[in-house]
């Protein structure tokens, strides 16, 4: 799957008036999707995050805990990030 195809499936799930994508983080073989909360104009805390493996385009949940998830975030390379 293309990273714009993937970007196009996320936002059906994450980008609405309530949410938008906030950060996207590049596992290798999947990418991550991270929703922020919008309130009142403004982006702020993280919200819903969508996974999408490239290979199969499978989606699912994002979730922490557990852990594991955490430490998967911290590893992988953002490429892209909502300017404050």
């Known amino acids: ?5 993937a970007l196009a499936k ?4 994450i980008d609405n008036e309530f949410q938008t994508i906030k950060k996207v983080v ?3 073989d999947s990418w991550v999707f991270v ?15 969508i996974r999408i493996y490239k290979e199969s385009g499978k ?3 994002f979730h922490i805990p557990p ?3 955490l430490h998967l975030l911290k590893k992988g ?3 892209y990030k909502m300017e404050a």
């Open 35 to 49: 929703g922020g909360s919008r309130i009142a104009g403004e982006i702020l805390m993280d919200s819903t995050k």
């Open 1 to 5: 799957m293309e990273y714009n195809d």
């Open 26 to 28: 590049d596992l290798e």
């Open 59 to 61: 989606i699912e949940f």
């Open 10 to 13: 996320a936002k059906t799930f």
């Open 77 to 79: 390379k953002i490429i």
């Open 67 to 69: 852990m594991e998830n």
